[in-house]
């Protein structure tokens, strides 16, 4: 059915809409792709629809290639398979829950881990029934704190989502490898630049784990790269921690009068005045800088997390929230911040500017505190034998030459400072250089955690009852929509990639004269008749820059202008994405169009 501007469900806007920032989410309003519901949820129109029904097709059919198979689950879910691995607790505010008439407590679903084991829990008994992978395309719901950028972050949206099934390691390697060149694929197909890197498994716990990130300036992730060809997501790069050094030697640490140094600047400043190091001046590499974080727990606990890092290095928050779930009390969303002056009010050994760890590994005055035991990590930096200058947690007073290992003590170590670019990979490749860029997929080897919770065990080899691991692997596929349109727009509208354009060419009737709309008419049928998707803008009143301007707007492939040239037998037929125009003659023009369509 050819696409008749006269009738489709469709109202272009002139003007930005005052809701959008970015350009993807302004463009999708604006060419009548979608509308906004609710803050983060959207309605879909024809166009957009088209759009996402193809991205969706190009998912099916590389997810089929690796013999996954598609099933469909509710998004509306029983509260009790996410009480059993606790993350009816751990999502917190994150997640829609309801009640039925009855009373009983129903949640949106915001991923399917769960429901997904207990079906195969349901059928299967046997290692002779895996390995298997299975998925679905379905809305998920996620109360997300900022929804962002359209679809880019919402608050409903669409994810294909996989789960594997294997007896063993291997298995789960084979079926994670199998999805990782699947989406490979999937986002070449799609025409999205992608970098796969590694990533932190967050609250999904489980071991292995890669993002895929599409890079752009609007992207919410930080990842890095080395020439040498490591990549990772910030939160997951592992600093190269320095080998612990021999202490016997160092001399004792001396607390020293510092007045008016609450700040590492400073104290630098002071340290250089009063205490001149032989070796050249004291740098802010060399103090330890302690920071009070708050962390706000699922539960809705806030507690109290002090940091060390060298004093040249910033906290990166996101990175700390990404690692710090292994200290705390409930797994689960949790939210970082730096603490606020309530805060440090409730702690009074905590001065302010001062702040050092223990003077002696048996007398910590961090963790000391009777009931209110403070957590305390440091950076891979600060390792045994290395000696600083830090606070003596005395208004004033900070001490220097205290050694790690020999004069304080630490809980455990958290990647906890920004990756600075040139810094060093981790893996010896070369410097690194940072870049952003949105998060399009997600794979994990989540190993037997959700299996073992839900008691998914099958009969193996020796007819045993073993634990099953499982795999997960998520696509973005609304976001997917949002990050191609991002990536292919100019200042005229949408140019979409082939592969997922909500047609192949887009007619234009310009002008008055029946002839024109006659002739146009004609070529949209044969055009379509020769297996291309085709809108054609034959509305009778409207003035050819409007026109123009939407078909510039929609951002199909292949423009087809049919007007004055009419006469002497030609239509213009232009290249949206490199606006290169041909007047070519009307019996040659279907042939052209598709051979642009395949090109
Ligand atoms: P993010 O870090 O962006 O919040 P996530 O780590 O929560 O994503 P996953 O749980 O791994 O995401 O979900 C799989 C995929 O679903 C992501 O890679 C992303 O493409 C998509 N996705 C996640 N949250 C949203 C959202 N709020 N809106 C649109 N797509 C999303
Ligand atoms: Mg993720």
């Known amino acids: 059915m050819v696409l008749r501007l006269s009738t489709l469900f469709l109202r272009t806007l002139r003007e930005d809409p005052a809701e959008a920032e970015v350009a993807s989410h302004k463009l999708l309003l604006r060419a009548g ?37 598609e099933v469909h689950f509710p998004a509306l879910l029983p509260k009790e398979p996410y009480e059993v691995t606790n993350r009816w607790t751990e999502y917190g505010d994150g997640i829609f829950r309801l009640k039925d008439r009855k009373g009983a407590d129903y949640l949106l679903a915001p991923t399917h881990e769960e429901m997904f084991t207990l079906l195969v829990k349901d059928l299967y008994s046997s290692y002779k029934d895996l390995p298997l992978s299975i998925y679905q395309i379905q809305n998920k719901y996620r109360d997300e704190a900022r929804p962002r950028a359209g679809l880019l972050r919402g608050r409903e949206f669409i994810m294909k989502d996989s789960y594997s ?20 694929r999937i986002f070449e197909r799609l025409g999205l630049d992608i970098v796969p890197v590694a990533a932190t498994a967050g609250a999904m716990g489980g071991s292995k784990s890669e993002e895929f990130l599409h890079p752009t300036a609007i992207g919410e992730d930080t990842f890095v790269r080395s020439a040498g060809g490591y990549a990772a997501n910030v939160e997951a790069v592992t600093t190269v921690a320095p080998r612990d050094i021999d202490f016997s030697g160092a001399p004792a640490a001396v607390v020293r ?6 700040t590492i600047a400073t104290l ?13 001046p004291w740098t802010a590499a060399d103090t330890l800088k302690n920071v009070v974080l708050a962390v706000d727990l699922p539960t809705g606990e806030r507690q109290l997390v002090v940091v060390g890092l060298p004093g040249d290095r910033a906290v990166d928050l996101k990175r700390i929230e990404a690692n710090i779930g292994v200290y705390l009390p409930t797994a689960g969303e949790i939210g970082v911040e730096a603490a606020g002056e309530e805060d440090l ?5 905590l001065v302010k500017g001062y702040i050092g760890p223990g003077l002696s590994l048996d007398a910590a005055v961090l963790g000391a505190e009777g009931t209110t035991k403070l957590l305390y990590l440091v950076d891979p930096r600060v390792a045994a034998g290395t000696s600083w200058i830090t606070g003596a947690n005395e208004a004033g007073k900070h001490v220097f030459g205290l050694v790690a290992g020999r004069d304080f003590g630490w809980d455990g170590t958290i990647e906890a400072v920004e990756v600075r670019a040139g810094d060093e990979a981790p893996d010896g490749s070369g410097p690194l250089e940072a870049a952003r860029g949105i998060e399009m997929g997600h794979i994990f080897q989540l190993g037997r955690k959700y299996a073992q919770a839900l008691d998914l065990r099958v009969l193996d080899r020796n007819g045993k009852l073993a634990v099953v691991t499982m795999g997960s692997y998520g696509v973005g596929v609304t976001r997917a929509v949002a990050a191609l349109a991002e990536s292919n727009h100019d200042d005229k509208g949408l140019v979409w990639p082939r592969s997922v354009a909500p047609a ?11 002839e024109i709309f006659a002739a146009a008419q004609t070529l949209a049928e044969e055009l379509e008749a020769a297996g291309l998707e085709v809108i054609y803008d034959d ?18 492939p292949t423009i087809l202008a049919v007007g ?36």
Do not use: C
Request: proline share 5%.
């Open 33 to 69: 792709y979608i509308r906004r519901a609710a803050p983060g949820i959207y309605t879909w129109l024809p166009l957009g629809l088209r759009v996402l029904r193809k991205v969706e097709e190009i998912i099916r059919e590389e997810m089929a290639s690796i013999g996954a198979q």
């Open 165 to 184: 099934f294997d007896i063993d390691d291997d298995g789960l390697e084979a079926s994670y490898q199998a999805h990782r060149s699947a989406y490979l």
């Open 257 to 262: 009068d510092t007045p008016q140094t609450p």
């Open 268 to 280: 630098v400043d002071a340290a250089n005045a009063i205490a001149p190091r032989y070796s050249g």
């Open 345 to 349: 009010k409730k702690h009074a050994l």
């Open 504 to 514: 192949d060419v887009h007619v234009v009737a310009v002008g008055r004269g029946e």
């Open 539 to 556: 509305r009778p009143k409207v003035s050819p820059g409007v026109k123009f301007g939407d078909a510039e707007l929609i951002g199909v």
């Open 564 to 599: 004055r040239g009419l006469v002497d037998g030609v239509v213009e037929i232009k290249n949206r994405a490199t606006g290169v125009a041909d007047n070519v003659a009307v019996g040659a023009a279907v042939q052209y169009v598709l051979d642009a369509a395949r090109r």
